[in-house]
């Protein structure tokens, strides 16, 4: 299987575009942070570890202290698939995160984008 060359992708890289997107919508750094936090257990000194050491998506998530198991709430299309329908398992943690960030952009509550509500 070859790997997709997202993996391998910074992780940081994507981060700016994650937050780029957010604020463009009148949302915050901070609720990006929260996001990821509420995903993968990173804290936020964790998750600045993370962004200096330029860490790849594979092991951002291989690597995440306390994966959330109500991520698996998690439905929808992203990119054109259906997330529910992502058997690759780091493939579906990216789809989770694009996810909840389109939905941040979208305007959601924070509690409902958490899963929490």
């Known amino acids: 299987m070859t790997k997709h060359r997202i993996y391998t992708t910074s992780f940081s890289s ?3 575009l994650y937050v780029a997107k957010a604020e463009r919508k ?3 750094k901070q609720e990006v942070d929260q996001i990821i936090s509420w995903l993968t257990g990173y804290d936020q000194a964790q998750l600045g ?3 200096d050491k330029m860490t790849d998506f594979e092991t951002f998530f291989a690597e995440a202290p306390k994966p959330n198991p109500s991520r698996e709430m998690i ?3 992203i990119c054109g698939v259906r997330i529910e329908d ?3 398992p780091t493939m579906k943690e990216i789809r ?3 996810k909840l960030i389109d939905e941040l952009a979208k305007g ?3 509690e409902k984008i958490l899963r929490s509500a």
């Open 108 to 110: 959601r509550a924070m």
């Open 75 to 77: 439905r929808g299309v």
């Open 96 to 98: 989770y995160l694009d």
């Open 86 to 88: 992502i058997g690759e």
């Open 14 to 16: 994507v981060y700016k």
């Open 26 to 28: 009148g949302r915050t």
């Open 49 to 51: 570890d993370v962004l």
